[in-house]
């Protein structure tokens, strides 16, 4: 296959029905979540950039960027939070307790492997 035919091919598959996104992001709460979440992610390539560096490059461990690059992911995640109504303490919990739900008292593979996800839904709903 050439990469002339695979664009071809690929466009196919692409929604063209921009009416109804156009329409979401005309929204105050969604143009917060798409800031957080596009934020979250530039931050997180922006944290895995500068431990690539260290580990692949032989860079010096750069701990002050990478504490800058955490506060500011805590950010995004702070907008998130606002824009959904909640807060980090009652995620955190929720967390925790999907976590022991999955895991009991300690990580196992096996217990990783075969996950209850309707559970763990419940305890995040």
Not at 58 to 68: C, I, M, Q, R, V
Not at 107 to 118: H, I, N, V, Y
């Amino acid at each position: 296959m050439i990469s002339k035919e695979y664009i071809e091919l690929a466009k196919k598959t692409e929604s063209n029905d921009h009416g109804p996104i156009i329409e979401r992001l005309s929204r105050d709460a969604t143009v917060r979540i798409l800031h957080a979440a596009m934020g979250v992610s530039t931050e997180a390539g922006e944290l895995l950039d500068a431990v690539k560096k260290y580990v692949f490059y032989g860079k010096p461990l750069d701990e002050t960027n990478l504490f800058e690059e955490v506060g500011d992911i805590f950010w995004y995640l702070a907008i998130m939070a606002d824009e959904l109504g909640f807060d980090f303490e009652t995620a955190m919990q929720k967390n925790i307790a999907k976590l022991q739900a999955r895991y009991g008292a300690a990580f196992s593979s096996e217990r990783a492997q075969k996950r209850d996800l309707d559970k763990e839904r419940q305890i995040l709903s």
